[in-house]
């Protein structure tokens, strides 16, 4: 019996351990009754990198102060490491790294004084400080860079150095808000590939927010569909797209798109959903229904310029669920 | 965490340009102009008042460091980097405070040193005088403090300090000698905290015990009003 009781004991708590955040029902209004998380649920394992996708004013970032403990929530249970997550608990806030939106370096510092003092603010000190740094340059890829001021960085490698400042206490859960915005494609890549090689050599959890949808499916084990402060689906990339795998994605570039067209291109027979994003009509119709006639007969007036059709992709997803694409909502 | 922060306020090199090099340039003119009208010859003396005042002008300006450093820290987004580390939010805003005091301080004592060597100044009870200009800059920071975690904005509190240090010096005959009588009298001694500093230096300097720890100890009494008062609101806007 007691066998029993012991095994039923450890299986649950390896249960706890594995489970690195767990959120629960979790509510927060800020001023003006605003819901910035609507009931939220949201779970992340050790070593699982999840992406968390949705236009701007999502409550991604919410989402994240509340895992962290910056913001208190009204309703709801957050748990980080098995702790109830009140703010205060220094212990948790040891074990995480936390990467902003905005790059928050200090610029008249060189990076590594900027790595040396986060280092410290970690409990990092001497020798292993010192390791700790070079190791984290080289990942970052400024090692030869080091003793110079951020000011003189591109734009790319402040992002780095920012994201460096966060991995320096080898943190058991990375929280990373946005961390390519505003930077070049190959920057962003290299970005990108340096999450994946923390995610493969260590047993790190991720968490990755972003709008770009290419950035989550590149990286994430499992993604969550976050948008007016609630998770409206989750899965892994390809469960999500097998959602709208029987449906056919069709794009229409023109000269001038027109607001008005959606409502009549909507109201054809087996036309699911419409949207327009960089000229371009994005049309998600049921498999086997075949009316690109009546659509471009609708379009005639404005030019068309290219028809094509699409493998499904998490932005159709999300077009799917919400009936915007991501950058339509950002606006 | 102190000597991270000292560092930072170290690097910023147009500040000290600024911060000694502008005072130093005043004194020399001012000293200069002052020998030519008045056809002074020894004009040590004349050069260390004109050096106090100008110290404890600028040290009202180098409260700079600390409004700046803690709009840094908790009125923009490194406020949710900092907030994130295990480290108690109060020790960023105390290690700002304590930095800029030290910075500060030893912008004071360079301005002294350069009256002192350059011009031959004698300074009577060197260490009590320090400690004046020690409990201003303690002031100047702490007033700094509690304008930043008021108004929010360093571009806020630098406009409320700056015209607060304007009108302190002018309506306590520091920038221009007043009319004598009783009034001009009482607010060259009492009208702010800057001509408290100032009184109890000149009372120091001139053995006058009595009125030098008058001002002493008026100005302590400010140090620990203010500095109560910057603890509450940094407890608001930093937890």
Not at chain 1, 217 to 231: A, C, F, L, N, T
Not at chain 2, 140 to 161: D, G, N, R, T, Y
Not at chain 2, 216 to 235: E, H, N, P, Q
């Amino acid at each position: 019996m007691s066998l029993f009781v012991s095994f039923v004991f450890c299986y649950s708590m390896g249960e706890v351990i594995k489970m690195i955040v767990k959120l629960k029902d979790v509510i927060k209004r800020y001023q003006g009754n605003r819901l910035a998380l609507d009931y939220l649920d949201l779970e992340i394992q050790k070593g699982e990198v999840v992406g968390l996708l949705g236009p701007n004013g999502a409550g991604k970032t919410t989402a994240i102060n509340a895992i962290v403990g910056l913001v208190d929530v009204d309703e709801g249970s957050i748990e980080v490491f098995g702790q109830k997550q009140n703010g205060l608990n220094r212990d948790v806030r040891k074990r995480i790294g936390l990467v902003t939106q905005e790059v928050t370096i200090y610029e008249n510092l060189s990076a590594y004084e900027n790595l040396l003092f986060f280092g410290k603010l970690y409990g990092l000190r001497k020798e292993k400080l010192k390791t700790r740094i070079q190791e984290v340059a080289k990942l970052i890829g400024l090692e030869d860079r080091l003793h110079e001021l951020p000011k003189r960085y591109s734009g790319g490698m402040k992002r780095r150095l920012n994201i460096g400042c966060s991995l320096l206490h080898e943190p058991e859960l990375i929280i990373m808000d946005e961390p390519t915005v505003g930077i070049d494609p190959q920057s962003r890549n290299y970005i990108l590939e340096f999450v994946k090689e923390i995610a493969k050599n260590t047993n790190t959890a991720i968490i990755y927010t972003s709008h770009y949808i290419e950035e989550v499916q590149h990286i994430s084990d499992r993604v969550y569909i976050i948008d007016q402060g609630h998770i409206i689906a989750k899965g892994t990339v390809n469960e999500l797209i097998e959602k709208i795998k029987g449906d056919q994605i069709t794009l229409i570039e023109v000269k001038n798109p027109l607001e008005e067209s959606i409502q009549k291109i909507k109201g054809i027979s087996g036309v699911k959903e419409v949207a327009i994003e960089n000229n371009t009509y994005q049309i998600i119709t049921e498999a086997h229904v075949n009316q690109l006639d009546k659509i471009l007969s609708i379009l005639t007036s404005q030019t068309i310029v290219n028809v094509s059709n699409q493998q499904a992709n998490l932005e159709d997803v999300f077009l799917m669920l919400t009936g915007k694409t991501l950058r339509d909502s950002e606006v | 965490m102190v000597r991270f922060y000292g560092l930072k306020v170290l690097k910023d090199y147009l500040g000290h340009i600024i911060l000694i090099g502008l005072p130093v340039v005043l004194i020399s003119l001012m000293t200069a102009i002052t020998k030519e009208i008045s056809d002074v010859e020894d004009v040590k003396q004349t050069a260390l008042y004109i050096g106090i005042v100008y110290i404890i002008m600028f040290q009202g300006f180098g409260a700079a460091y600390t409004f700046e450093g803690i709009e840094h820290d908790f009125f923009k987004p490194f406020r949710n980097r900092l907030r994130a580390t295990p480290v108690h939010p109060m020790k960023f805003v105390l290690a700002n405070i304590l930095s800029s005091i030290g910075i500060s301080f030893i912008q004071s004592l360079v301005i002294l040193g350069y009256v002192v060597l350059f011009y031959g100044a004698i300074v009577s009870n060197l260490m009590l005088v320090l400690l004046t200009l020690f409990i201003g800059v303690v002031l100047a920071q702490f007033i700094a403090a509690m304008s930043i975690l008021i108004l929010k904005k360093a571009s806020k509190a630098q406009s409320v300090i700056t015209v607060y240090i304007i009108v302190a010096m002018v309506i306590s005959g520091l920038f221009f000698p007043l009319p004598e009588n009783n009034i001009t009298l009482f607010l060259s001694k009492f009208s702010s905290p800057l001509a408290w500093t100032n009184y109890t230096v000149q009372g120091f300097m001139n053995n006058s015990y009595d009125e030098a720890l008058l001002g002493l100890g008026l100005l302590s009494t400010l140090v620990i009003v203010i500095g109560l008062a910057v603890y509450r609101l940094s407890k608001r806007v930093a937890i």
